[in-house]
Antibody
Framework: EVQLLESGGGLVQPGGSLRLSCAASGFTFSTYAMSWVRQTPGKGLEWVSTISEGADRTYYGDSAKGRFTISRDNSKRTLYLQMNRLRAEDTAVYFC???????????????WGQGTMVTVSS | DIVLTQSPATLSLSPGDRATLSCRASQSISNYLAWYQQKPGQAPRLLIYDASNRATGVPARFSGSGSGADFTLTISSLEPEDFAVYSCQQRFNWPITFGQGTRLEIK
């Protein structure tokens, strides 16, 4: 069974930093691209970033460019999102998500974690 | 960026009814569209990928159709557990974008 478990969320002041982690199990992590998607309370889903299975390609949404960095450690089966210069509008639930097909990128997301809440407030 | 517009925003139906949800893209996206179901406090669940392919474990009452810029998710006969928010997502090009969602509520 595929499991994705996010951690690292919490309350941070504007301008601060936070690193999210997503521990994966139940599939061959190193063969799938992985993504972060966020959801503002009561609002829709917003794609944040995607990293290829080998970490050689990364993609970012406009809201994340220049402030967030996606990375992965295939030996630890873990996905990361380093978030710097956080703003109030970054407040959201952050989900990690797995691509549907192996060795693809920019795919549908067939498995999601339960999400971790990030609150940016003074 | 490709904008996905879902309609209606809210759909009020009864169990046993047929539900038809729409997702329109701001440009052609071929068949690179997925549909997700989300219940309160839960993560999204993939229902349909590449416009018409049901994901693993998704009941046959869910079907997707369309290509180009107009897509439809149909639920043939609503079960009580189907009342949720449904979102579409395009993967035709970067950035990946989602629609704003359709809330399917019990009438």
């Amino acid at each position: 069974e595929v499991q994705l478990l996010e951690s690292g969320g919490g309350l941070v002041q504007p301008g601060g930093s936070l690193r999210l982690s997503c521990a994966a199990s139940g599939f061959t992590f190193s063969t799938y691209a992985m993504s972060w998607v966020r959801q503002t309370p009561g609002k829709g889903l917003e794609w944040v970033s995607t990293i290829s299975e080998g970490a050689d390609r990364t993609y970012y949404g406009d809201s994340a460019k220049g402030r967030f960095t996606i990375s992965r450690d295939n030996s630890k089966r873990t996905l990361y999102l380093q978030m710097n210069r956080l703003r109030a509008e970054d407040t959201a639930v952050y989900f990690c998500a797995k691509d549907l097909a192996p060795a693809a990128i920019g795919d549908a997301f067939d498995n999601w974690g339960q999400g971790t809440m990030v609150t940016v407030s003074s | 960026d490709i904008v996905l517009t879902q309609s209606p925003a809210t759909l009020s139906l009864s169990p046993g009814d047929r539900a038809t949800l729409s997702c329109r893209a701001s440009q052609s996206i071929s068949n690179y569209l997925a549909w997700y179901q989300q219940k309160p406090g839960q993560a999204p669940r993939l229902l349909i990928y590449d416009a018409s392919n049901r994901a693993t474990g998704v009941p046959a009452r869910f079907s997707g159709s369309g290509s180009g810029a107009d897509f439809t998710l149909t639920i043939s006969s609503l079960e009580p557990e189907d009342f949720a928010v449904y979102s579409c997502q395009q993967r035709f090009n970067w950035p990946i974008t989602f629609g704003q969602g359709t809330r399917l509520e019990i009438k």
